[in-house]
C-alpha cells in the first residue's frame, strides 16, 4: 500500500483552496446601487489568482487579471446619469448580474448623532416622501472592528435614508439635477473623530498618536469591547456608547469597506463629541483638516469634496448649572470649536454651511434638520462647477479700523439685511482692554458698520461669537452671516 506524506496533502490542500476562490464584488456593489456619473468608476473584489474578470456596464466591458491574492481592481470609465443598467461582473467560469442599477450623484453621509438622528417625529421632512424621488440608500450595520475590515453589513434599497439630514439633502439634490442620487449612510451617535481617524494617522497626530498607544496597550478595555460585541443586539445603550467613544475602530467596520468607491464626496455633521474642553475644540482645527487630507489620500483624489455642518446653538441641558452665556462673546462655548470647524475651509474642494440662526438653546438633538439638508444640497451643486453660485451666508472679506468705528465688508452680501428690518444683532467690541461691550451697528451696502459708546477706540469685533447668539443678519437668500472674531486672544476659561 502506497503511502502518502503529510507534505503532499498539505500540498493538495492548499492547490484546492487556491483556486477554488469564489468571484467576488467588494461589498458595497449590490443590486439597486448607485453608481457616481461622469467619474471613472472604481470597482474590485476578488477571484481565483490568475483569473481574468470582465466588468461589464451598458455594453462598455473592461477586462483586468486578478494578482496573486486573487484580488482585482478596474477603473471603468465614466457613465452618463439614467438607469436601470444592467451591470456584470464575469471570469472563466463565474459570473455575477444585476439588473437594476442606476448612475447618478453618489454621496457618504456620516458623524454622530444629528447625522443619524431619524424624521418620523419631524413633520416638514416627513411630508417630503410624498414627493420623493429616483433616491436609494445603502445604510451601513454600526459596529466595531480592531482591524480594518474588506467586507460590511448593509444592502442598497429603493428609498430614502433614515436619516434626516441625509434625507432632506437627497431629496433636495434630486429635485434640483434630476438624476438619481444614491447616499451611502454610516453614522453613529456620540463617536468621536478620533473613532473614524485610520490608524495610519498617529504619524501626523501626536495626541492621536498617544491616543493610540494607550489603547493598544489597555487589555483590558479590548476584553471589554470584545464581550460587548459578543452581546449583539442585547448590549445596553452605555455600553454601546462606549464603543463609539474608542479610536479607530468605527473607520475600520464603517468606512474602510467602501474605500475607494466612486462618489462625489463626504458630508459630515459631528463634533458634539470633541467640543468637551477648549483643548478639545482647538485641537478639532488640527485634526479635521488633516482627516480630510487623508480621506483624499485614500481615495486618490483632491476632488474628493468635504462638507461640513457648523454647529447651531447650543447652551446646554438645563439641568447644567455651569452653561455659558448663550450672548457674551468671551465664555468657553461651541463659539471656538464653529471657529475650529471653518479652519477645513483653508482646503480646496471643502465647504462648511452656517447653521447658527438654527438649533435649540437646551436640546444637543435640534429637529430643525430641513434647512440643514437643503443648505448642504445647494452647497453639493455648486461643487459640480456652477463657481457663480451664492450657497453661504455673507462673510467676512475686509475689515477697517477708524478711530472710532470698526467697518466691516462682507462677501455674498448681495442684499445684506435684517430678518426682522432691525439693527443686526450679536456685534461685540473691544478695544486693548479686552473687555466687551455690544456695538452699534449699521447697515451701508454691503458692509455694517460698527460703533459703541462704551468703547472711544475700537480695535477688535466679535459676531455671533457665543453659545447661541440672537443673530438676524442674512443676505437675500435668507442665509445667516458666519460667526467671526477678528481678535486672537485666548479663552477666558
Not at 454610516?186 to 504619524?203: F, L, N
Request: with cysteine; net charge positive.
Amino acid at each position: 500500500m502506497r503511502t502518502i506524506s503529510l507534505c503532499s496533502i498539505l500540498f493538495v490542500l492548499f492547490v484546492t483552496s487556491f483556486y477554488a476562490q469564489e468571484l467576488k464584488l467588494a461589498s458595497p456593489f449590490q443590486e439597486h446601487m448607485v453608481l457616481q456619473q461622469n467619474m471613472p468608476l472604481s470597482i474590485w473584489g476578488e477571484a481565483k489568482p490568475g483569473a481574468i474578470v470582465t466588468v461589464l456596464i451598458n455594453d462598455t466591458s473592461v477586462n483586468v487579471e486578478t494578482n496573486l491574492n486573487g484580488e482585482w481592481q478596474v477603473k471603468f470609465p465614466s457613465q452618463k446619469a439614467g438607469g436601470p443598467y444592467s451591470f456584470e461582473v464575469m471570469s472563466n467560469t463565474e459570473s455575477i448580474h444585476f439588473k437594476d442599477v442606476m448612475v447618478g450623484e453618489v454621496w457618504i453621509c456620516s458623524g454622530q448623532s444629528n447625522m443619524q438622528m431619524g424624521y418620523n417625529n419631524i413633520p416638514n421632512i416627513k411630508a417630503l416622501e410624498k414627493l420623493a424621488g429616483n433616491i436609494r440608500t445603502l445604510e451601513i450595520q454600526r459596529t466595531v472592528s480592531f482591524e480594518e475590515q474588506e467586507y460590511l453589513n448593509g444592502e442598497w434599497q429603493i428609498g430614502n435614508p433614515s436619516s434626516a439630514v441625509a434625507f432632506s439633502f437627497a431629496h433636495y439634490l434630486q429635485k434640483s439635477l434630476d438624476v438619481p442620487v444614491g447616499i451611502i449612510l454610516t453614522s453613529w451617535g456620540s463617536s468621536s473623530i478620533e473613532g473614524w481617524m485610520p490608524r495610519a494617522m498617529t504619524k501626523q497626530l501626536p495626541h492621536f498618536k498617544t491616543m493610540m498607544n494607550v489603547f493598544d496597550a489597555d487589555s483590558i478595555k479590548h476584553k471589554r469591547i470584545d464581550e460587548i460585541l459578543a452581546k449583539g443586539k442585547e448590549r445596553t445603550t452605555k455600553e454601546d456608547i462606549y464603543l463609539r467613544t474608542q479610536p479607530n475602530i468605527i473607520f475600520n467596520s464603517m468606512l474602510n469597506p467602501i474605500i475607494p468607491i466612486s462618489c462625489r464626496g463626504l458630508v459630515w455633521y459631528q463634533g458634539e463629541a470633541n467640543a468637551k474642553s477648549i483643548e478639545a475644540m482647538q485641537q478639532y482645527g488640527v485634526t479635521l483638516p488633516l482627516w480630510v487630507k487623508y480621506l483624499r489620500k485614500l481615495w486618490n483624489s483632491k476632488e474628493f469634496q468635504f462638507l461640513g455642518v457648523s454647529l447651531p446653538g447650543f447652551v446646554g441641558k438645563k439641568e447644567n448649572k455651569n452653561n455659558p452665556s448663550a450672548e457674551h462673546p468671551n465664555e468657553p462655548s461651541w463659539a471656538w470649536f464653529r471657529e475650529s470647524q471653518y479652519k477645513i475651509l483653508e482646503l480646496p474642494n471643502t465647504g462648511i454651511i452656517t447653521t447658527i440662526d438654527l438649533g435649540e438653546a437646551h436640546d444637543i438633538h435640534p429637529k430643525d434638520k430641513l434647512p440643514i439638508g437643503k443648505r448642504l444640497a445647494h452647497m453639493a451643486i455648486k461643487t459640480m462647477g456652477d463657481k457663480e453660485m451664492v450657497v453661504e451666508g455673507p462673510s467676512v472679506s475686509d475689515i477697517a479700523i477708524s478711530r472710532k468705528s470698526i467697518t466691516i465688508s462682507y462677501k455674498d452680501a448681495k442684499g445684506l439685511k435684517t430678518t426682522d428690518g432691525n439693527s443686526p444683532l450679536a456685534f461685540w467690541l473691544t478695544d486693548d482692554s479686552k473687555n466687551w461691550h455690544p456695538a452699534e451697528s449699521k447697515i451701508k451696502g454691503e458692509k455694517i458698520v460698527l460703533t459703541s459708546s462704551q468703547v472711544k477706540h475700537p480695535l477688535y469685533f466679535r459676531y455671533a461669537f457665543s453659545a447661541k447668539p440672537k443673530v438676524n443678519l442674512i443676505n437675500e437668500l435668507g442665509l445667516p452671516a458666519r460667526p467671526f472674531r477678528s481678535d486672537n486672544f485666548k479663552v477666558v476659561p
